[in-house]
């Protein structure tokens, strides 16, 4: 030990004097210098070997504790769920779609797409369509067309998607007759015809389906005053598909209501002129 005075190693330990706080005895110990004499403290001996121990015995602990928490089984992985726990979409529609319903096929269809319960598996989606799709129901029938369209799930096939579209949107479904009038509009998939192009969005904003409507105007601006008289004559004359199953032929019926009830616009291209000119051309 070296004196903090005169740095002399000539340093021994003294003893404590009769007027010093004894409560320090623990912490301190009295060292005094022999050739200057000066009088000063240093920790203990004691308390530095009670403080190591400590440390030493906490250190210990957390080491038991940490290996004892990670070979605890982790209580936030909560336990399978039973049966009852389970959505019935996960573990009973596919059952019922196996029975042949059509509704049900269509269902485990969807479970099957982006945004469904399973795994995207595309050709497990287009089997349940197919099999909906043939028993008439039109949700089936234009998510068929549209995986023919896509290639997904199936070698792409512009005319059969044209045809199964085509059978939804003669069920009333609008999306389908969305979706065909910009077949219709491009060509793709049917010989390219902007009369019924603009029929089936007429039809499909009937319902209320609002981009058949920008659609349909754009549609308009492409004919003549009496090509879209000709195709909102077709509109009001159009009849749907009935078909036997029960949801399908309430939309059909449905959508027969909205045609009866709104009169399709005339282009705002060329409203007042439409029968006029119609009319010219039929006499001629």
């Excluded at 009670?50 to 004892?68: D, N």
């Excluded at 269509?106 to 595309?122: E, I, Q, S, W």
């Excluded at 096939?157 to 069920?171: L, P, R, V, Y």
């Amino acid at each position: 030990m070296i004196c903090a005075r005169c740095e002399s190693l000539n340093v021994r330990r003294s003893s404590w004097k009769k007027n010093e706080d004894h409560m320090n005895h623990i912490l301190y110990a009295p060292y005094r210098c022999r050739d200057c004499k000066h009088r000063f403290f240093k920790f203990s001996k004691t308390f530095k070997l009670s403080l190591t121990a400590i440390l030493g015995l906490l250190a210990c602990v957390g080491f038991f504790a940490t290996i004892y928490l990670l070979s605890k089984p982790d209580s936030i992985i909560a336990a399978p769920p039973i049966a009852h726990e389970i959505k019935p979409s996960r573990t009973f529609v596919l059952e019922k779609a196996k029975q042949g319903r059509a509704d049900d096929q269509y269902a485990a269809g969807l479970m099957y797409l982006p945004g469904g319960d399973f795994t995207v598996n595309y050709q497990e989606a287009l089997k349940w369509f197919d099999l909906a799709a043939k028993q008439g129901h039109a949700g089936a029938e234009f998510n068929l067309g549209l995986l023919y369209q896509n290639g997904h799930g199936v070698l792409q096939d512009f005319t059969a998607a044209a045809q199964w579209i085509e059978k939804a949107a003669h069920k009333g479904y609008p999306e389908a007759q969305h979706h065909l009038g910009k077949l219709y509009k491009t060509g793709e998939g049917v010989q390219r015809d902007l009369t019924q192009a603009y029929v089936w969005f007429n039809l499909a904003s009937a319902q209320g389906y609002q981009p058949s409507i920008s659609g349909r105007n754009n549609v308009a601006n492409l004919m003549s005053a009496a090509e879209v008289l000709k195709a909102q004559t077709l509109s009001r004359n159009f009849k749907l598909t009935l078909p036997n199953r029960g949801e399908d032929k309430k939309l059909a019926d449905n959508v027969e209501k909205h045609i009866q009830k709104d009169t399709p616009e005339r282009s705002a291209k060329q409203p007042s002129q439409l029968d006029n000119e119609f009319n010219k051309n039929v006499s001629k």
